[in-house]
């Protein structure tokens, strides 16, 4: 008979071993344990981890486990409205994974409190489970603001540069930094945005984004008239001497977006990136449009990389997954999308 229970401290070398084994070999959790213990490890419940595994006994081999990201990880004061990210869901290929995979999120549902539950990123096949589990089912839209500077594209590949003006807006933003970031928020109001899931706060920023152990992090609090209106967090990638900028999260309401656009354009001219692309659900297409941000058609001619550890020149559609009683807005920051992948130099 199979127990299913919370990761201890004594259960990570044998967790990373399964990774290995049965997840992928050399994955960076197995080869970078800071990054491991900074996402998994819980800081309320010392020598705990966010995962659950299934074993025989307590010498036995694990049979599967299922690793989460709640909300309030980063930010405890999000309890009553966490939401949990499913991340690392994989039963030995030598066990059936229905019964087992669905008791490892049974367990999960019954046991994390959370006002919704979902998952960025998964592979086609897997929808169909989803779906008969009742989550809403769709793809985040990819939008991309290709840099007017740049002639020659090397990392994206355009049958013709879309080239949608940045219209101005009394929008600013300022660059802040864990030193500098509750001195520039303070008038902020994230309640608008806190009608939608999952809800965010300035220490979930702080915790997620700006105290991240590997990524450098760019943090801007966007203003309008001196107050501030939104959080913005995004990252350089980079391949063979390019570089896109990679927008992962924005907290704020949905009219902050012009004003994201026109920091996007500083941004890819200042560092002289190919572009900067944003993956969003829950904002309508028209507002990206109309403040300088093109769609991309995974199918079609265009081509724009999500992919950067290890690089691949191809469209890659991020699926989503969510079980809420409240409208949502997603970005690719949430969930386990926007980690490392490959040992950072």
Known sequence: MLTIRSCRTSDVPDVLAFLDAHWKPRHIFTTDRRLFDWQYARRDRPGEYAILIARRDDNSEIAGMLGYLPTRHFDAALAPANTIWLALWKVRDDIPTGPLGLELLTHLMQHEPHTSIGVIGFQPPVAAIYKALKFDVGELQHYVLPNP???????????????????????????????????????????????????????????????????????????????????????????????????????????????????????????????????????????????????????????????????????????????????????????????????QS
């Open 149 to 343: 500077d740049v002639s020659r594209f090397e990392l994206a590949s355009f049958e013709r540069p879309p080239v949608r003006a940045v219209p101005p807006t009394e929008v600013t933003a300022a660059a802040v930094d864990d030193r500098t970031l509750s001195s520039a928020v303070r008038g902020l109001d994230l309640s608008e945005r806190n009608r939608r899931t999952p809800q965010k706060s300035v220490e979930y920023f702080r915790a997620r984004f700006v105290r991240h152990p590997i990524y450098r992090y760019r943090t801007f609090v966007l203003r309008r008239h001196d107050r501030p209106i939104a959080l913005v967090a995004m990252r350089m990638a980079a391949h063979a001497g390019r570089s896109a900028l990679r927008i992962v999260d924005v907290i704020g309401p949905d009219d902050a977006v012009p004003g994201l656009a026109a920091l996007a354009l500083d941004e890819v001219r200042r560092s002289r990136a190919e572009y900067a692309d944003i993956h969003n659900s829950g904002i309508n297409r028209s507002v990206f449009v109309e403040a300088g941000f093109s769609p991309v058609d995974p199918g079609g001619p265009d081509v724009v990389p999500n992919h950067f550890e290890p690089f691949e020149r191809r469209n890659a559609p991020i699926r989503f997954a969510l079980k809420s009683s409240e409208p949502a807005v997603l970005f690719k920051g949430d969930g386990d999308q926007d980690r490392p992948n490959v040992p």
